[in-house]
């Protein structure tokens, strides 16, 4: 078998090795990058964060649309949800395109398609369409990702899952006149908000008694009243299985003790995602946790030159956040494997992008509970707020959260009005320690709802 050397190997081409890839190759390093997919870009622009907010910017032009009624403009058309499809598709491939252009100006990086195993801790074996080829690299970024969880009850096949709406070219082009998704997380709930929009009844089934489980209750309990009452949300739901009946699909599920049956046409599972652990690394005695593969601040395994990026250690599994943590791993190595930079998986944002949607960062009061801490609030509503006014959206809110005393940032939330742009400013914040006086002295933008996040800070004074 011919086997090559690099400076760094990386198991996967998305969000956790490629910004390491970039970073590591201008310095000079010598990289190679293997995917089975044999192109730079991992799950979150084949079936995850990108197409996902391509539909739901339809969505969601589609939701306002709706009220143009309000100001006499009687509302025309309807959607053609195969177009919405064709809009996705477009910038998928729009992206990829991107994306080889910027590998292809890349010296010093190699992608080789197929998947890598691991043989000892400096070596990876890569089954490609020409053979297998074996490469020793000083140091290896493990970034193969995550993916669907597909449950364990009879039917489980019938079901679509995320990657069956989101992929390149999906199936599903039509829109149902009814969806039964099982699973309160943020792809169920973002999903059951886009088919509500654009008109779908759906009953979501939630195993537990709550939807969103990890998100702090303040903020799932100001967002579920927002949500389009399309959505019918029925808790401690149980499934037992689904099956095929004359003209669609039906499910069968429990709650507390009693029998239920819905039939639709099409049922979503959104029951989570897990690590994908490459071949080999559990022979090297890497830790790994019911999360994933077990790292440190600085991204190093238990073995000092393999590093663990992005969905695989299970710790944030957000596209950004695995940017961040690619980024920290390459300036480890750069450093020899000694550490100079660390990854502080507090300081970034999480939205769901619900419609409308929410967004936190860093500590939250739920989570200070758990940690026995006390946090001052700063809070701000959106029913005050000049944007929310004028797209006549005022539901929802800006919380702050500060440490009693020294008046640090520690956290925040949003829910409503743009919440996914506003947690930026707030993750900054807390990112760069900034105090309640710093964030009151800035003057936030005029008529944007920003403005509540320097507001939030003033109500402390
Ligand atoms: P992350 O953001 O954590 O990097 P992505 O989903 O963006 O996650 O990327 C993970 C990539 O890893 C996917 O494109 C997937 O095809 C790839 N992958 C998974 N297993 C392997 C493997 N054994 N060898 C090489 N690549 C892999």
Known sequence: ??????????????????????????????????????????????????????????????????????????????????????????????????????????????LLKGEARFTDPNTVVVETEGGTQRFRARHIIIASGADVVIPKIPGADLCLTSRDLYKLDPGLKQLPSSLVVIGGGYIGLETASFFAAFGTNVTLLQRGPRVLAGMDSDIVNTLLPLLHPRIKIIPNAEVLGVEKNTGGLAVNFRVEGAAKRIEAPVILSAVGRHPVIPEGVSALGLEIDRRGIVVRETMQTGIPNIYACGDVNGKLPLFHAAVRQALVAAHNILSGDVPCDYMDFESVPTTIFTLPSAAYVGVTPDLAKTRGIRLMKGAYEFREDSRAQILREPGGGIRLFFEPGSLRLLGGWVVGVDAENLIGEIGQAVANGLTARQIAAFADQHPMASEGISKAARSLF
Not at 2 to 8: I, N, P
Not at 16 to 32: Q, T
Request: glycine share 10%; aromatic share 8%.
């Open 1 to 110: 078998m011919r086997e090559t050397s690099f400076d760094v190997v990386t198991i996967g081409a998305g969000g956790g090795a490629y910004p390491a890839a970039f970073r590591l190759a201008r310095a000079g390093m010598k990289v190679l990058m293997t995917d089975p997919k044999g192109m730079m870009s991992g799950n979150c622009l084949a079936e995850g964060c990108v197409p996902s907010k391509a539909v739901r910017e339809i969505a969601h032009h589609w939701e306002r649309h709706q009220r143009f009624s309000e100001f006499g403009i009687t509302s025309p058309g309807t959607v053609d949800y195969h177009r919405v499809v064709a809009h996705k598709d477009t910038v998928q491939r729009k992206r990829y395109a991107q994306h080889a252009t910027e590998l292809s100006s890349a010296p010093n990086i190699t």
